[in-house]
């Protein structure tokens, strides 16, 4: 994870705030646990006994201050030459906790009836079923069923889940155990998925992630002009930039909705449209697999390393990836007509379109990212038969916090990412589209599954993605409170 520098002292209370939303619990492995509630009454007494467990915001970052002097202190180790260097990791481990819809019913608690989507539940959000404003996320439907097409445990009501963070399934196991002998008489285990980080921080399409998240004013210290820290309450509701600010009681302050998809990737189909579809648009004596690259970095809008083709467009380039001044400091400013840097519908332009709209527009939509992948790297049966393995799913764990859903993700995948016509504007007009978001975009119908702007040399062209490369197959809106909110709510006075 790329930890932005954080401010001295920081002005928000931090011991409030649970420490995966501004923190980043450190993940090299993580477990969701999702679980009912099977007694209420039970439920609140024994999460006041297990409160001071919640790994907060200042805790979190101790964590991340223990890891960092160990590490220092194994590079001084290797570099005297000591035999024995120690365990690889610190062993760290942080658990946060999250509601859905159902489980402030089971509890009895009101959050308030402006939180439209989460009121309604992901389930049916992701099929446009009761929605306030007739949208939806567009997920495969099952025929007939008024569902989406979700693995069985995913349409079956979540409570709640624990999110169990830390450095090995090992240190997991142990919370894991720890978790359900407390709440031994409250709550029913429903599912659980787990994921581990991939090598270099890279997700299974092979672009590295978790590059660009927003800086918080009051907590993060931002070093370069653009893109500049957006208001606390774009993340944590009862701040300034929380739309709903003067709506919410109290106890809603310090605390965030927090979405997860869980999203499979087809990584063999995708590798394979790469190389079907290769632009040779680079210097001469460019190779087969540098136009396969190329491809792939404008339908993301980042090199595999991570370097913004905004700023290095045609070849490939480690070095600005690792460069923090220069690696999110783009706006996409220069070329709205041809597209020669950065096709309007690639993956980051999509989901944060920069100059393409007002500062005001893009901060309110600006969402902190948390996921980590799932499931083992290709085989090399999966390569040459060049499709996935139904036996070996993998893909993302997709987290993402913000003040209100309606703003940050579902604005995010509906209004953008699905959305052909954006970032175009009211009224401006286009012979071909910009398109759909090559990597998350869903359109129900398959002809509408295209983008321009892949080719350089002629941004008209349009491909066509008739299967999609990132399958949702579940999800669930929660509500992760402060600490002082579980202590007034979710548990006994
Ligand atoms: C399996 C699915 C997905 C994959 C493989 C994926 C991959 C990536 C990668 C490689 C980046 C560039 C690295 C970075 O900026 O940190 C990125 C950025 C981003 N993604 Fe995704 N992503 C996925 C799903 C989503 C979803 C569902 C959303 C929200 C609806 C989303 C929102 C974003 C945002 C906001 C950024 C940062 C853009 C920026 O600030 O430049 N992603 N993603």
């Keep these: 994870m790329r930890v932005l520098p954080l401010l001295a002292e920081s002005t ?31 439920f609140k007494k024994d999460m006041k006994a297990f409160i001071p467990q919640i790994t907060t915001t200042t805790k979190a970052k101790q964590h991340r201050e223990t890891i960092e002097g160990f590490k220092i202190q194994r590079k001084i180790r290797l570099f005297e030459s000591h035999s024995d260097l120690g365990p690889a990791l610190a062993i760290n481990v ?14 009895g608690i009101d959050i308030g009836s402006h939180n439209k989507s989460f009121a309604l539940g992901q389930a049916d959000d992701a099929i446009g079923k009761g929605t306030h404003d007739g949208e939806g996320l567009n997920d495969p439907e099952i025929s007939g069923g008024g569902k989406p097409d979700w693995d069985k445990e995913f349409l079956e009501p979540i409570h709640g889940f624990f999110l169990i963070a830390g450095d090995s399934d090992t240190s997991i196991k142990t919370k894991i155990g720890e978790i359900e002998t407390a709440f031994k008489d409250s709550i029913s285990k429903v599912h659980s998925v787990s994921g581990k980080g991939l090598h270099d921080k890279k997700e299974h399409f092979g672009f590295r992630d978790d590059i660009s998240n927003p800086a918080i004013e009051g907590f993060h210290q931002v070093t370069t002009t653009y893109p500049k820290a957006v208001k606390p309450g774009v993340i944590l509701l009862g701040h300034p930039g ?30 394979k449209f790469l190389i079907d579809n290769a632009i040779n648009a680079q210097a001469e004596g460019s190779s087969v697999q540098d136009s396969i690259d190329l491809l792939g970095a ?55 379109p920069r100059d393409d709209r007002s500062d005001e527009i893009v901060d309110r939509s600006r969402i902190m990212r948390r996921g980590i992948p799932f499931g083992d790297p290709v085989t090399h049966t999966e390569l040459s038969s060049e499709k996935s393995d139904p036996q070996k799913p993998r893909g993302l764990i997709f987290h993402c916090y913000q003040s209100s859903i309606e703003w940050g993700f579902r604005f995010i995948q509906i209004t ?77 006075a």
């Excluded at 942080?94 to 509890?107: D, P, R, Y």
């Excluded at 090559?438 to 066509?464: C, D, T, W």
């Design 298 to 352: 404008r339908m993301f809008g980042r090199w595999k390393s991570g370097t913004p083709i905004d700023v290095v467009p045609f070849v490939k380039n480690d070095e600005v990836a690792h460069n923090p001044d220069r690696v999110n400091s783009f706006r996409f400013s220069d070329e709205r007509e041809i597209q020669k840097l950065c096709p309007m519908a690639a993956h980051i332009r999509k989901t944060m």
């Design 416 to 492: 953008w990412a699905n959305n052909p016509r954006f970032p175009l504007r009211d009224g401006e007009e286009r012979e071909t589209l910009p398109g759909i978001d090559p990597i998350i975009g869903q359109r129900k119908v398959v002809e509408e599954r295209k983008m321009s702007g892949l080719n350089p040399h002629n941004a008209k062209v349009e491909l066509k993605f008739p299967d999609p490369f990132v399958v949702p197959r579940g999800g669930e809106y929660f509500f992760v409170p402060s600490i002082q909110g579980l202590k007034e709510k979710y548990a006994v």
């Design 94 to 107: 942080g658990v946060n906790i999250g509601f859905s819809k159902s489980g402030h019913a089971a509890l």
């Design 242 to 271: 929380d739309p709903n600010v003067s709506q919410h009681q109290g106890w809603i302050k310090d605390g965030s909705f927090l979405v997860f998809r869980y999203l499979h990737q087809k990584v063999p189909e995708f590798n």
């Design 12 to 42: 928000l209370n931090l011991d409030n705030i649970q420490g995966d939303i501004l923190s980043g619990l450190p993940k090299k492995a993580l477990t969701n646990y999702y679980f009912k509630i099977t007694d209420a009454a039970v």
